[in-house]
């Protein structure tokens, strides 16, 4: 093992070399510039999200990890039966209703907030 971890270590080293010595250079003025997209950057990348930015990464991490239950349920539903249909079917629905109870408090809504105050009266 000591003598393929050495080794490794070495090929690593002469591929990085090699690749600093062969390669091309590059002097253009555009060349040490960020570029993404094909869009050139504007401002600073450090920006402050908005929480909902975290909260719906949130629920989508939950949601899909549920997936990966729902998909580890689908290899062995046939050995699972009626049963394991039932026990699923369960599973979905608890996931709707969750997903029902997070509609309705608003927790999906990426618009302004609905305020609902009442009008005063201006004499």
Do not use: C
């Not at 539903?77 to 969750?98: K, Q």
């Not at 609902?116 to 201006?122: G, L, N, R, S, V």
């Amino acid at each position: 093992m000591a003598v393929f971890l050495v080794l490794a270590i070495i090929l690593a080293a002469v591929i990085v070399s090699l690749s600093a010595v062969l390669g091309q250079r590059h002097r253009e003025r555009t060349t040490g510039e960020p570029y993404e997209s094909g869009i050139a950057p504007t401002g600073s990348a450090r920006i402050r999200f908005d929480v909902k930015f975290y909260l719906m990464a949130m629920f989508f991490v939950i949601f899909d990890l549920e997936g990966v239950f729902i998909f580890a349920w689908a290899n062995a539903a046939r050995r699972l039966g009626w049963s394991g249909y039932m026990e699923i079917l369960v599973f979905i629905g608890i996931l709707v209703l969750a997903l029902f109870y997070l509609w309705r408090i608003g927790a999906l809504d990426w618009g302004t907030a609905k305020h609902h105050f009442k009008k005063e009266e201006t004499p």
